[in-house]
């Protein structure tokens, strides 16, 4: 067990709440037990909002700044959050905060650049409003290129029943959707003051001119502009944090040289 101590934002002032939890538990699984706890206690005891859904890294919304450090609260460990840990995308490594009696301290607050709800709960607004209607969520899966399964498949010898009396479908058609949650954590590590379209939408606009080569004048020309692919100073803080290896800034360096090329 690892006793902490969380202090969650809570508009201007922190709410401060502890407990004893495994040491696999992640941040969301101790917020989730302390509610728990709090069920019927009085209000300073109640956890402040935050966001959840998946559980385990699909859907983003449970991103918040941990001790210091966009994150995904369903992916922030207590052990590792217990060990020397970055306080910036890339920084060094910094020692662990402990309160009096030895517990951790950990820190909870809202993503910077979102849409305050309450709490600790945004939602990634300004990480997302520059993605382009026109946006395509589905790319062509890994697999495309994989034979198509046998019309008649067998086992042992034995004709197996078509499903529904359908042939079974070729993989050669098949998509996915984009690697990209939304989760914010991009935008909320990247230190840009400028006015920036930023990473996420960035990305989205990158892919989206991979994927349809008929848009890639009308998403260059967005690209283009003074709070696009120009504004990014490539501290790569986005890439850093993001979760699921989208590596935003890997798209905006692409971007800029197809801007390059495209001025020769």
Known sequence: MIEVNFRIRDGKDFVELSGGFPEDATVLDALETLRARAEGAAPAARVPHYRHSCHHGSCGTCG???????????LSRLSDLAAPR??????PAVEPSHG??????????????????????????SALEGIPEEYSYLRP?????????????TRDGEKLPALDGAVSPPLSGRVRFEACIECGLCSAACPVTAPFLGPAALAAVNRHREKAPESAESMLALAAGADGAPACERHLHCS???PQA????KHIQLLRKALAGRAQ
Do not use: F, H, Q
């Not at 918040?64 to 369903?74: D, F, I, T």
């Open 64 to 74: 918040a700044v941990v001790n210091g450090l966009p994150s995904l609260m369903c």
């Open 86 to 91: 970055p306080r910036e995308p890339g920084g």
């Open 100 to 125: 009096p009696s030895g517990e951790l301290v950990v820190t909870l607050e809202p993503l910077t650049r979102g849409s305050l709800v309450a709490g600790i709960a945004a939602r990634p607004t």
């Open 246 to 249: 989208v590596y935003p800034g």
């Open 141 to 153: 899966s890994e697999d495309a290129g994989r034979a198509s399964l046998p019309a008649d498949p």
């Open 240 to 242: 850093r944090v993001c």
